[in-house]
């Protein structure tokens, strides 16, 4: 009779398994409509530091298109735009791209464009750079980020385009050099990327209306 | 044997039994989250929750749970269990959630969690498992956050604090702490403390 208590362990497994899913299961369809609700407002929020003295219409959030990977922005996971409009204008478009050359994996990037291809924020959305030494491209950390305001594709010119020690115009951070090359060169192709796609980018329809409008 | 009182439990438990300090279980989050405060708070929270219920579960099924497969049952339960609390911190704390990011799904690898289960809730009534659920839980998440405490202090001078290795200096710290003030209260009292071995062997 050696097959029985293999049965009954076999038995004992499956419901404890049965039990456990009903649990995680239950636990979802009690948290669900919370989590996305915070994303939603964790996103507008972290939207924001890219919008700064914009004047917009609000529901920045629905006009999200994504763009799936490969595609000419930096990072090779898909990359995520959303654009601002103030009445039917566009005013602006906010990227959410990686950087892929960090230091420690990815960082994450909000780059927000105004129609003129002027840089209006940039906010590190996640990263795992260095605590004390890359970490300071965090707007919380440090203003580094606020360097690239106000800056575009022709200011400075390509060549400048770098940090200060490789010959370019912006300032890297004390002990680390890698995390600011990633990211300059993040913002530099996202810059280009919209000044070659521009009508396309406003032109795309947002996610979740299918393809039923052009 | 006798009977440990609730206070013997809780002595064992943030003590002469602490699962960072003495049974060296769980380094993985206690070295990785460590480095504020409010981090080893919210980390040393899940994992008492996760512990007390895991070990009320354990001790609840320890009847129909056959020695040969205890160990997946275990991990069942406690995978389920951290996928709640992930689900419930994205919830109710998202901000804490983001700030300890992977360390809540990674409580499942926490081997205090297993051993705690293993060693006694599979061997004792669930009323007292929950209790060394909680003690043990809570001797873990005090320990995180003095961590986290003294690391986010020092940092503020010491920049190498914050760091990976600020994390092993921390700890190690805290051991030699615990080991001069255990070895001043033997020499004090004679050899009236219990002894490690005499605890794990019980």
């Not at chain 1, 601002?84 to 990037?109: E, H, M």
């Not at chain 2, 749970?65 to 109710?92: D, Q």
Request: net charge neutral; proline share 5%; charged share 20%.
């Amino acid at each position: 009779m050696a097959d029985t208590p293999v049965l009954k362990s076999g038995i004992t497994l499956a419901v404890i398994a049965a039990i456990c899913t009903a649990l995680v299961a239950s636990t979802y369809q009690l948290t669900h409509e919370r989590i996305a609700a915070n994303e939603q407002a964790w996103l507008e929020q972290s939207l924001q530091p890219a919008l700064s003295g914009l004047f917009f219409d609000s529901g920045v959030s629905e006009s999200r298109v994504t763009i799936p990977a490969p595609h000419a922005l930096p990072g090779s996971e898909d990359a995520v735009i959303y654009r601002v409009y103030s009445g039917d204008t566009p005013v602006a478009a906010l990227f959410v791209v990686s950087a892929r050359d960090g230091y420690a994996g990815a960082i994450r990037l909000l780059i927000g464009v105004d129609i003129d291809g002027v840089v209006t924020g940039v906010h590190v959305l996640s990263h795992r750079e260095t605590p004390g030494l890359g970490d300071r491209i965090e707007s919380t950390k440090s203003d580094w980020v606020k360097q690239f305001d106000g800056r575009s594709l022709t200011d400075p010119q390509a060549s400048g385009w770098k940090i200060r020690r490789d010959g370019g115009e912006f300032d890297q951070l004390t002990g680390a050099s890698v995390t600011p090359r990633a990211i300059i060169k993040a913002i530099r192709e996202t810059l280009g990327y919209f000044d070659a796609n521009r009508a396309a980018v406003f032109a795309a329809p947002p996610d979740g209306q299918d393809e039923t409008s052009e | 044997m006798t009977t440990p009182t609730l206070i013997d439990r809780f002595k064992t438990g943030l003590w002469y039994e602490n699962p960072g300090l003495v049974q060296l279980l769980g380094l993985c989050p206690l070295l990785a989250v460590t480095s504020t405060f409010v981090n080893g708070l919210g980390l040393g929270l899940a994992t008492l929750s996760v512990l007390v219920v895991s070990n009320a579960l354990v001790s609840l099924t320890r009847r129909w749970i056959r020695r040969e497969i205890r160990i997946p049952i275990y991990v069942l339960i406690i995978a389920s269990l951290v996928t709640c609390t992930e689900l419930i911190f994205k919830a109710w704390f998202p901000a804490l959630d983001r700030s300890l990011g992977i360390f809540i799904p990674l409580i499942v690898t926490n081997c205090a969690i297993v051993a705690r289960a293993e060693i006694f809730a599979s061997r004792n009534p669930v009323g007292t498992s929950i209790i060394d659920g909680l003690v043990m839980g809570t001797g873990f998440a005090l320990l995180l956050m003095a961590i986290g405490a003294f690391r986010e202090l020092v940092a503020m001078g010491w920049l190498l604090a914050i760091l990976p290795p600020g994390a092993f200096f921390s700890l190690a710290l805290a051991i030699a702490v615990k080991n001069v003030i255990d070895e001043r209260r033997r020499e004090r009292k004679g050899d009236g403390l219990p002894h490690r071995s005499r605890l794990l062997n019980r």
